[in-house]
């Protein structure tokens, strides 16, 4: 596809699962993020890739969140022993190297009951 | 800690008016600036960047000025349409990622 792309679009589980979220970036772009946004708020920083270098890890919130990149494409973020707080869109973006514009997805939204 | 934030949470215009949103920075040494449009349930769409060595950029109806004396940033958009009605985030580039502000949400009136 033309754009970055999500999945699943929607996501609900139950407190204390584990979750799996999918990004595909778009082809080219060397550089991956990913963001979270919980309702009425702005974008947080998670986690960011740029191609073999080791990842940028300084925003994921616990021990809980980790994301792979494999490949130097897809990458998958996920979440281990889901809490309520996680509610959240999860937003993945791609971009060239450097500070450029960074291309998003259309998210996923997650709901932990 | 550094930060990105903006001074107007809402921002109510007529349409045709223009609209001015502002954000303030606290890194002087940020070297880019970006600002996004987020429409509801979609993720933020590009609009126009800016870099550090620049004070002004253009773009289509919009308008990125840059004031690294005070650490200010605002988008201006010309002729404002309901088309227009967003939230509107200002972002500051550290280290490669992007730290987002908290949003102003620009709502137009017929």
């Known amino acids: ?113 | 800690g550094e930060s990105v934030g903006l001074h107007l949470p809402t921002l109510s215009v007529q349409e045709g008016d223009n609209s001015i949103i502002n954000c303030a920075y606290s890194n002087s040494a940020s070297d880019y600036f970006i600002w996004y449009k987020q429409e509801s349930g979609k993720g933020p769409q590009f609009i126009i960047d800016i870099r550090s060595n620049m004070d002004k950029r253009q773009g289509q109806r919009v308008t990125v000025l840059l004031n690294k004396t005070v650490k200010h940033l605002s988008l201006q958009i010309a002729a404002t349409q309901p088309g227009d009605s967003a939230v509107y985030f200002c972002a500051e580039n550290q280290g490669g990622k992007l730290i987002f502000g908290q949003g102003t949400e620009l709502s137009v009136k017929p």
């Not at chain 1, 990004?23 to 708020?41: E, F, K, M, N, V």
């Not at chain 1, 616990?62 to 494999?70: H, K, V």
């Not at chain 1, 509610?87 to 060239?96: D, I, K």
């Open chain 1, 1 to 113: 596809g033309a754009g970055v792309s999500q999945s699943p679009s929607n996501k609900v589980t139950e407190k204390g699962k584990d979750v799996e979220l999918r990004c595909d970036p778009i082809s080219g772009h060397t550089a991956l993020y990913w963001y979270r946004q919980s309702l009425g708020q702005g974008l947080e920083f998670l986690i960011y890739f740029q191609g073999n270098s080791a990842p940028d890890k300084s925003g994921l919130p616990s021990d809980r969140f980790s994301a792979e990149r494999t490949g130097g494409s897809v990458s998958t973020l996920t979440i281990q022993r889901t809490q309520q707080e996680d509610s959240a869109v999860y937003l993945c973006a791609s971009s060239f190297p450097g500070p450029n514009e960074q291309f998003f997805g259309p998210g996923t939204r997650l709901t932990v009951l």
